[in-house]
């Protein structure tokens, strides 16, 4: 990266000065003259059939401008596939999970849309409903959609080699049965929104990943033509896939009530709201079978999951998909079988988060890897190096690895004196015993789905040389926006100061498909540097023919404008900028880029192809310290050895890892919401155990250097690779220090002091 | 314009409904959480020296945030050179006219701001002040700037050919004073802006035609790069020049205001302020010289033209230019030599307004050419045809016409029954006599000033198949947004409906000049243009594809794609949309052009080349009543044949046609600030007379159809010629009813009973 003045520097967020002083506008702080305020009322059963809503008395209420029910919108529905439409804004025959929207009221401020909400009156007959997917799978258990057999809501099956010939080969074969747990994306900001109806058509003010998903939702609700609904994106306050990547009832509400009230109208969800109805990461049951040789060698792997899809599918079929097409990395594996089936039930629906469907499946084959390399005697390196993947590559599924850090990683963990001193510090004498283990995955970078996945980005050049850069990739908290600005100002040989990004507004920013499966820096950071060279070809062609050479001898560095070779012919990048604005009648300068990937295919109801454009590897090292008492674990430190290309700022990868990692470590140790037939016991951000900053370790982020031929700079993903690696890290972890194999999430202090005990009655130690 | 599905068509203001509904949001009308107010306090003489200003008994006021004096800007002025920078947002030493700015106060609401900026007490030394132009220029006239010889703002000299010898060979030469007056633009939303500083740097909502302008004025005055600075632009409720394209005191303070207190700040003008401070027309002094041989052919032309500047130099330089730089067209003329001074008066500031500058030289000429055609006895129409250029034609100061209708535009106001029966409807035995003028005149469209004036378009294509549209020309009322979505729809063979377009917001909208000089059908038009066609290439290569021909043989027409000569391939426009956007991993289409003039020298200076792109040509005839009692004039008709090249939406060209008229009848007939040492003693629309519809005459509008090489679909201008042409019509009307030749402006029934008094009393026949 010596080449480089401003990508791979540690460059601070651009937008760190409006959050950090309060300034920047989140959507709950839109107000508006007149605007109204939506709440939602909502299902008291996880199981109901509505006979009868009676809004009379929320209608009389003084201060209540309009309510609506399901009916309101026509019976449509909305989900992520054309065959999977099976939620409704708000639910009119049945209502499927506790929580479920039923009605919508809108009245001149908050408390009195809230009191309102609480005086419709929903006359159900309550359904048995059912609660666990396994159960929900029997026949003869209650079904949620008459028509759906098994309550199977969306199944994927891949078949690659031969796995009963590969099991036939191994020395040794080995099924267990994983569990992930029900986590949340844990966004600090809720979901919230402003909307206007208007003769112009619907503008949405909304917390969204993803704007261009919500504006083809609002599209098709409202039978309106796409460049009639706009989506403006406010700053956000984290996303992680899930809600904030789809619609959700308060949108639509807020935008039928504003085009029937002629307001503009408002929904903030409250945090009881978010922990209880909103979307939430599928817990899964994965049972494994690997066949190893004696000498480590994986001969083949055959996994089916069992996901609790919760009473909608959203984007469920692609979490299917997940689970298995990324199994083939980042280890060889010549024969692969994998079914996977999402469930109905009566809870809260699953869907998208960070580390996205990869994190179950993952978990359960690199820990049982790991148990069966222990079985045969071999060291956890040398099982790893033994099989993993080196670019390029292709796996049994064609996904094409065009860079791969995988070996270099995993050899920066075993050369980490923490790992040398593994079986030193293992263990102690005292109530707590130490662990260190290791892992290692993959996560695809610039996500490729069916459709509308290209980016596109356009540069303007401003007369003073200053530019404006539109795209429609939202960073939703990442730091996306500081990369994307990096890339256009390294182009053009200037400062990230010079560049200015707008938020995302669907009706100008370039079509997106949005922010999620790593694909911002990946694809939108293509499209920003081809739009870039754009600009540079036109200022280019001004300045050779000032200078009478040719455009490709005109270099762009360091502010400056020059000839290569010839160090008198230089002038200052703004000087040019202005020449070629006023040049004759004066030239308008705009640069469009798209991300550029040729079309491959890609088969996804048989998982055949890449569901990325690139491959991060990532490496870890964990360290535990484990209460032999109470069970608590503590985790006291990470090395994460991660290959993502080329950190184009390395503070904005490290943040990005850490923070992944310690989302991570929550799901792994603390993070579960409890339910009883359908309700979330722990609806609090008290009761709901995410980390905090006293429970994070010391984690050390190590850049293992890959080029990628496809990302700008040869970057690939960063941050989704480190939460899929956490937990089996930190199981491992705990098995060096206890012993003892664990295959639940999340590791909790009762199931680890209940293990503990048990083992030590087993080995006749217990006094 | 058979081919055609759109464009040609009467098709109604897209923005209509929002307009006629209230839907639309003016400046005015934008309110935000927190907004202070601003007003500004005013200096109650013409001509003083600022001594002290005292606002302690305003800032004591409860309710007052802040208050700023001159000081706050640090020596900072503006204009519309660098070498004419003579504005200050607030007066620091000096104020040079009644009602300059001198400070500002913002307040919680408006009337608390309001008795703020009375309770400032500004302590003044009045000077000697000086109101006519010829007196200004006089040796010993008092100077409103020190440096500033004869109080010359600016001066303008064109000289081509030999006048002398033209007027040597002329039969008849002709020397004359004419006289425009003093308008005003007379929008009926006055100035008004909201401001909001952050750390973005600056947005500002405002009411302005050239949005860019003023982007450029705040990126200077706030020291801000341009890309920090976003200037939005809301409805706009009329422009016509002067005002709103240009920055104001208000303009300034609110910003400034904005950055001190963190706080969004609104301005809005009152009526009151309007007609006193704003800018207006120049009233001109116009000395016309012309000599003319026995057969009516002109052989040289000499003008003199003195303006009354006002205070500031604004955009006076340019007015200069154009009163010379036009005055060689509608008519041959071999020499010409035009000499124009524009005088610093201790009046309000004399600035653009539609018809800029031509029109007072144009009916100096215009007028003097009837005169000596009747002096000669020839025809008004002989006199026209005899001189009238033909395309392709070069004026001796390189000005080249590539499309003229005005041989036509005069043949068919002298066809018009109206014009055959002239002699015959003159006159009448009762107290009112009747009489029929004409003129022919010539406008430029597509200007040109000095540096940046291409347009640019972005059209980005939706996969449902509709557009959204980005460009940086204003539609302040004009119906140009309507022609412009015409020009896309049209290309790409959709409905006006298909696309949208959305305001200007400098940050996001390609940098255009602005909304001037009748550029935008013209240049934004064709970068429209330009775009769509870009969108067009792009899909064209998915079809061809698809039915495997090749791109050019797609055709894109009545919302359908097909291969020409074979029309069972064919599918609908929105399905190609989708199969594009589709294909692959998805395409983005986006298009995006220029308006592309080759680069051709204009000489500003000495008045040499083309000041448009493209020059319209109008022939108008106009009837009028005058009553002999009161010398009140009532025009009761009008035909305009109007040379627009194609009219791309003929009821926009008609009513763009009528307004101007209707305008140019209050300054021919009505509009008038009366002033009394630089007091307007007229603010008011009750006293400042603008013609109402009870006022308006029958106005047929005949479209001479051309078709210009340059102009989208052969598009030229429409509405600054008949701006152009109707005084001079009105005052050969007059002279055809009364036989006085009037050469000031306006026609008061005052001016008219006296000069009708007097020619009674020299012919002996009053009484």
Redesign the interface.
Known sequence: MEDHSVIGKRIPRIDG??KV?G?AKYAADY???GMLWCKIARSPHAHARILNIDTSRAKRLPGVKDVLTGKDFNGWRWGWMPKTRDEEPLATERVRYLGEAVAAVAAVDEDTAEEAAELIRVEYEELPGVFDPEEAMKEGAPRLYDHVENNISWDFHMDFGDVEKGFREADLVREDRFETGRVITGYLEPPAAVALY???GITLWAAKQSPYFVYRHM?DCFKL????VRIIQPFIGGGFGGTKNDSLAGDFCTVLFSKRTGKPVKFVYTMEEVLTTCRRRHNMIVHNKMGMKKDGTITAMQSKVIADGGAHTAIGPLTMYLTGCMSTLPYNLPNFKHDAYRIYTNNPIGAAMRGHGVTHTRFAAELQMEMMAEELGIDPVEVRLKNAVTAPHETVNKVTVKSCGLVEGIQEIAANPRWKEREKTKGTDGPVVHGVGMSATSYLGGA?Q???????A?V?L???G???Y?TGATDCGQGSDTVLVQIIAEELGLRVE???I?RV?T???????GSYGSRVTVLAGKAAQNAAREVKEQLASFAAENWEVRPEEILFKDGAVSVQGSPDLSMPFDKLAKIA????????I?G?G??D????VLDFDKGIGNAGTSYSFTSQLTEVDVDTETGFIRCTDMVIAHDCGRPLNPINVEAQNQGAAVQGLGQALYEEFRMDRGRTLNPTLVDYKMPLAPDSPNIEVIDILTDDPGGPYGAKEASEGAIVSVPPSVFTAVHHATGIWFKEQPLTPEKVAMALKKKREQEGTDG
Do not use: F, W
Request: charged share 30%; net charge negative; hydrophobic share 25%.
């Open positions: 000065r409006a002083t300034e107000q508006m003259p208007d003769s112009s599209a033509p796409l460049n009639r490729r069916r459709g509308h996945q290209s980016c596109a356009i303007r401003c007369e003073d200053t530019l404006d539109l010079d560049v200015d707008k507004d009706a100008v920013t370039p079509c997106d498909a604005c006023y040049s004759g009648s004066g030239a308008v705009i469009k798209y991300s990937y040729g079309i491959e």
